[in-house]
């Protein structure tokens, strides 16, 4: 028997409370999901009914704890951090991509409560980061009052989670990999520009710093040759005017919304699940990690018959890909060899992957992505889609004519 200690009440504590304590938070979790739920914040709930409770009132307690789980559930956060991999020109102040927006940092200090309790400031500049500061007092001048200063890049993101608490931050940043990803597939067409990062190219991660130095040596042993690291910075998706009319034309913000809210039976929905991994894919310099993750998006996609993995994606995808069938029986066999490799990988351990193999996965599952958004209605359902796929991977046309 041990003590754990909770806002200063000390809780008697043995194996069996501990045991109960984790099924009751694996039951809440199962039910509420892993982005609305976590772990900390209903052990959390738990606790505090249990600080609350007055005597062994247990309906009452067990009341409070439905309650305060409804309301973990509804809650709803702004998420701001430096953004790393967009840039603005022409003067653009934002672009809003379904609940993420990337904005001009300086659009933020509206957001600033001046009638908050604790001062706090908004600032551009290179240092990025939250530190204390010391304020002029807001009704004295002689006095001086604690609060923060948040010093953020040029432009920063802006969005809007629905979590629990704990899980802001990793579901943020999917809404932002997805986000990436309809921007990067809506413009331009084959997404082949220098305003956006190339094919194979590592991608600067949406709000972690870019590490651009490389410090480390290498020396070849038969020759003494001695080469140092460099500096490199990755490509930034340059927003502008242009890219902006573009978008436009294409009705880019229904495009994003209905991807980010679309009903599970719809195609759009599938289109979400996937097409964060494949800015997963972008953001890791290592080959293996970049061909699971895109491997992961296509089968996100595609996979609909577990029993037959391969030949159905395969087959589906250079339907995809390709009207010609003799080019689709060559991009069945790339996707063919590309499973083995992958089997490998994840049932043997081994990390042969060439670089070669993970181009080919990135531009693959691109270019499988770009051909349903340019071509198909997102709006229909997952079975519909299937089925079209189906009878014209047999030879019937794709897209299906209306």
Same mark, same amino acid.
Do not use: F, M, N, P
């Given at each position: 028997m041990d003590y754990i200690v909770k806002n200063g009440i000390s809780f008697k504590q043995d194996q069996v409370l501990r045991r109960k304590l984790i099924s009751l938070i694996q039951i809440c979790i199962e039910n509420l999901g892993t982005i609305v739920g976590h772990e900390i914040d209903v052990e959390n709930i738990i606790w505090n009914v249990a600080i609350n409770m007055k005597g062994p009132n247990y309906k009452e307690a067990a009341k409070e704890f439905v309650l305060s789980i409804d309301s973990n559930i509804e809650e709803e956060f702004i998420f701001i951090s430096a953004n790393n991999v967009i840039n603005f020109e022409d003067g653009i102040k934002e672009l809003q991509i379904g609940p993420v927006k990337a904005i001009d940092t300086r659009e933020l200090l509206n957001l600033v409560d001046p009638k908050a309790e604790k001062k706090w400031l908004i600032q551009v500049g290179k240092n990025i980061g939250t530190e204390i500061a010391v304020f002029p007092d807001r009704e004295d001048e002689n006095k001086r009052e604690y609060g923060w200063i948040t010093t953020l890049p040029a432009e920063s993101w802006h969005v809007l989670v629905k979590a629990s608490k704990s899980n802001v931050q990793e579901h943020a940043l999917w809404l932002i990999n997805t986000a990436l990803t309809i921007l990067r597939l809506s413009y331009p067409v084959k997404h082949n520009t220098p305003l956006f990062p190339y094919i194979n190219e590592k991608e600067a991660h949406p709000f972690d710093p870019s590490i651009i130095t490389d410090n480390n040596i290498i020396i070849d042993k038969s020759t003494s040759n001695i080469q140092f690291g460099g500096y490199s910075l990755p490509r930034r998706y340059t927003i502008t005017n242009e890219i902006l009319d573009h978008l436009q034309s294409i009705d880019f913000d229904k495009r994003a919304d209905l991807i980010f809210s679309s009903n599970e039976d719809k195609l759009?929905?599938? $289109? @979400?699940?996937? +097409?964060?991994?494949?800015?997963?894919? %972008?953001?890791?310099?290592?080959?293996?990690?970049?061909f699971l993750f895109f491997y992961t998006a296509i089968e996100a996609l595609l996979s609909f018959n577990p029993?037959?993995?391969?030949?159905?994606?395969?087959?589906?995808?250079?339907?995809?890909?390709?009207?010609?069938?003799?080019?689709?029986?060559? $991009? @069945?066999?790339? +996707?063919?060899?590309?499973?083995?490799? %992958?089997?490998?990988?994840?049932?043997?351990?081994?990390?042969?992957?060439?670089?070669?193999?993970?181009?080919n996965a990135q531009k693959i599952a691109e270019d499988i992505y770009y051909s349903v958004l340019e071509n198909i209605d997102l709006n229909i359902t997952t079975q519909q889609f299937e089925s079209d796929l189906k009878k014209a991977s047999y030879g019937l046309q794709w897209p299906p004519k209306d």
């Open positions: 759009a929905a599938r $289109i @979400a699940h996937g +097409i964060g991994w494949i800015t997963r894919g %972008r953001h890791t310099a290592d080959r293996s990690e970049r029993e037959a993995v391969t030949q159905t994606i395969a087959r589906y995808a250079s339907t995809l890909l390709d009207d010609d069938i003799e080019k689709r029986v060559t $991009i @069945a066999k790339i +996707i063919t060899e590309a499973y083995a490799i %992958r089997s490998k990988l994840v049932h043997g351990g081994h990390r042969y992957v060439s670089y070669y193999d993970a181009y």
